[in-house]
């Protein structure tokens, strides 16, 4: 089996940086694309980052283009989302995702099949 794990969510002022890490860890050769996710209180899971191995790309949404980057550490299994300028908007639980589908939209819940248990994200205006 797979894991998911991620790290690197706090508390930071509007404006702020932070760094969220995530690691896979198991049978990890068949992955093929590392998203981010996010849900805020009373809101639905919404789609923030993803990217796929082999320089397949990389995709954001519109809410944090611009602000947010994704990269990834292939050889260790490892993906980042650096989110710069944040608002109190940007305040949820964050999760890490991978996928083995190299054919579904990397935007969609349902082309992950693992997921990690989140690290809250917590911005002050």
């Known amino acids: 089996q797979v894991q998911v794990v991620e790290s690197g969510g706090g508390l930071v002022q509007a404006g702020g940086s932070l760094r969220l890490s995530c690691a896979a860890s198991?049978?990890?050769?068949?992955?093929?694309?590392m998203g981010w996710f996010r849900q805020a209180p009373g809101l639905e899971r919404e789609f923030v980052a993803a990217?796929?191995?082999?320089?397949?790309?990389?995709f954001y949404a519109d809410s944090v283009k611009g602000r947010f980057t994704i990269s990834s550490d292939n050889a260790n299994n490892r993906v980042y989302l650096q989110m710069n300028s944040l608002k109190p908007e940007d305040t949820a639980v964050y999760y890490c995702?991978?996928?083995?589908?190299?054919?579904?939209?990397?935007?969609?819940?349902?082309?992950?099949?693992?997921w990690g248990q989140g690290t809250q994200v917590t911005v002050s205006s």
């Open positions: 995702a991978a996928s083995t589908n190299p054919l579904l939209p990397p935007n969609s819940r349902s082309t992950y099949t693992y």
């Open positions: 198991g049978r990890t050769f068949s992955l093929l694309t």
């Open positions: 990217s796929r191995w082999n320089g397949g790309g990389t």
